[in-house]
């Protein structure tokens, strides 16, 4: 795989330049579809690479992956932070910028989308609100329960409300979050299912969003609103998602329709 760094211009979202890593594949023709795979709250777009094995398990397929940086903005258009639309910058400039930059498959069906705890959240959500860019969404250990101020979530980070934390929850997501225009739950109900993409996600059982994660299955599955949840051993941690990624690659190939590399050429043989 190629690997290289970028920054683009968020004038517009962000008012200043925001940076991506990429993984390309060589030696293999193009188009390719891509996969945007998003880092966590303590991370930024290096994550995934510098702290997994992700450059060499995407080697297996043809398809390219972008990981933005998400900073702390839960990938989402701040309630009241100006600069700060998250979600506009990844789903319109960021997209449009990688399609026209590298050879991808320029619609739904060569985009998905994944990441891990925030990231999960975040890819989830872009997934339901945007379903004519991706076909796939993915949670790892995602703190889907983050609209609903989620009481593991609060405890950890500072529950009073002045706190950094509490501070920033509120600038992001607003006062009452729960029922509103980035509620998971809520925008789920609302999607139309015949354009839904595919949603997928994982916890481990000692992760401290396990109930969160649990919790999020059962209203899934009361709504009948397909999806697939698995539950592994494993923490909040990365050799859960250096493990686990691998399943989720050869996922989203299954979605995009595409084989490992090799593997083509093999059955013309």
């Not at 702290?51 to 701040?78: C, F, K, L």
């Not at 975040?122 to 790892?140: T, Y």
């Not at 992760?207 to 299955?217: P, R, T, V």
Request: hydrophobic residues 40%; charged residues 25%; proline residues 6%.
């Amino acid at each position: 795989m190629a690997y290289c760094e970028m920054k683009v211009r968020g004038s517009n979202s962000l008012g200043r330049m925001n940076a991506f890593t990429a993984l390309v594949p060589e030696g293999v023709p193009g188009p390719f579809p891509v996969l945007y795979l998003l880092h966590g709250y303590s991370d930024d777009h290096t994550g995934w690479v510098r702290r997994s094995n992700v450059e060499r398990y995407a080697e297996r397929y043809p398809m390219i992956i972008i990981m933005p940086d998400g900073q702390h903005g839960w990938y989402t258009d701040a309630a009241s932070m100006p600069y700060a639309k998250f979600e506009t910058h990844l789903a319109d400039e960021l997209v449009g910028f990688v399609d026209t930059t590298f050879s991808t498959i320029a619609d739904r069906r060569g985009r998905a989308i994944a990441g891990l705890s925030m990231g999960g959240y975040g890819a989830l959500k872009l997934a339901v609100k945007h379903p004519d860019k991706f076909c796939a969404g993915h949670s790892f250990s995602g703190a889907v329960g983050i609209t609903m101020r989620d009481n593991t979530l609060s405890t950890m980070m500072g529950a009073e409300p002045e706190t950094p934390w509490s501070i920033e929850q509120r600038l992001i997501f607003g006062e009452t979050p729960t029922g509103g225009p980035e509620d998971l739950r809520a925008l789920i109900l609302a999607a139309n299912k015949k354009t839904m993409p595919a949603i997928s996600f994982d916890c481990g059982v000692d992760d401290f969003l396990y109930d969160s994660n649990q919790s999020f299955h059962a209203f899934l599955t009361e709504k009948k609103i397909p999806h697939i949840y698995e539950q592994f051993p494993g923490a909040h941690d990365w050799d859960y998602w250096d493990t686990h990624i691998q399943e989720v690659l050869a996922r989203m190939a299954k979605h995009f329709g595409i084989k490992k590399i090799g593997e083509a050429e093999a059955e013309k043989e």
